[in-house]
């Protein structure tokens, strides 16, 4: 069965602290890795796309690692700020559709 | 450049009834898939349409259908509806269905059964 995890559920940190977010996924045949946020109620705004042959992709303070062989993902958030409270979520394409995992729900405390 | 829409945002049922849900895709898009987001935990894959045709179901009942017109915009319909049906209904644009594509969501279609 093609499960995601996220590890840790919650987290809350002070402004300007550097941290980073855990993704893993139990079937390895993936074709890329996708990063969102979503703000509460609201849909889903893609940060970092990774193809299955990248080990990682860099937008701004973001930056999101993979790799396949040991079935992990990272997203580490440089100098964090009160406007990246969100939940972060990392989803995996096998195909037509994407497993997403249950995500992070991040607080950063001014 | 127009994103990915979806109508309405919020509406409230009963339980039995039935509720269509409606999406256009973001510009230059021909795929749509829908999830379903309830709260607290991550969206989950519905089914995807692409050439007006339903690519692939995710583990959903038929009470769940839906349909792509030529235009590429998408509805989804939900009938004989369950308090569990309660959601965030989320439709994603992508192109062409490609596995390696990047998905873009809508802010999505909040659903109360009642």
């Known amino acids: 069965k093609q499960e995601v995890t996220q590890i840790p559920a919650a987290l809350s940190v002070p402004e300007g602290e550097n941290l980073v977010l855990n993704c893993s996924f139990t079937?390895?045949?993936?074709?890329?890795l996708q990063w969102f946020r979503q703000d509460p109620g609201k849909g889903l705004t893609s940060l970092l796309l990774?193809?299955?042959?990248?080990r990682e992709q860099t937008s701004g303070r973001l930056n999101a690692s993979l790799d396949k062989s040991s079935g992990r993902s990272t997203l580490y958030i440089a100098a964090s700020q009160p406007g990246d409270s969100a939940t972060y979520l990392c989803?995996?394409?096998?195909?037509?559709?994407?497993?997403f995992g249950p995500g992070t729900r991040l607080s950063v405390l001014p | 450049d127009a994103g990915v829409t979806q109508s309405p945002t919020h509406l409230i049922k009963t339980r039995g009834q039935q509720v269509t849900l409606r999406c256009s895709p973001k510009?230059?898009?021909?795929?749509v898939s829908w999830y379903q987001q309830a709260l607290g935990q991550g969206p989950q894959f519905i089914f995807q349409?692409?050439?007006?045709?339903?690519?692939q179901r995710g583990n959903f009942p038929d009470r769940f259908s839906g349909h792509q017109f030529p235009n590429y915009s998408s509805e989804l319909n939900v009938n004989a509806l369950l308090l569990g049906d309660s959601a965030l209904y989320l439709c994603?644009?992508?192109?062409?269905?490609?596995?390696?594509?990047?998905?873009?969501f809508g802010e999505g279609s909040r659903l109360t059964v009642l």
């Open positions: 994603a644009s992508s192109l062409s269905g490609l596995p390696t594509g990047e998905l873009f």
């Open positions: 349409y692409y050439e007006e045709e339903e690519r």
């Open positions: 079937d390895s045949a993936i074709y890329n």
């Open positions: 989803a995996v394409s096998y195909g037509q559709n994407f497993v």
């Open positions: 990774i193809q299955s042959s990248q």
């Open positions: 510009s230059g898009h021909d795929t």
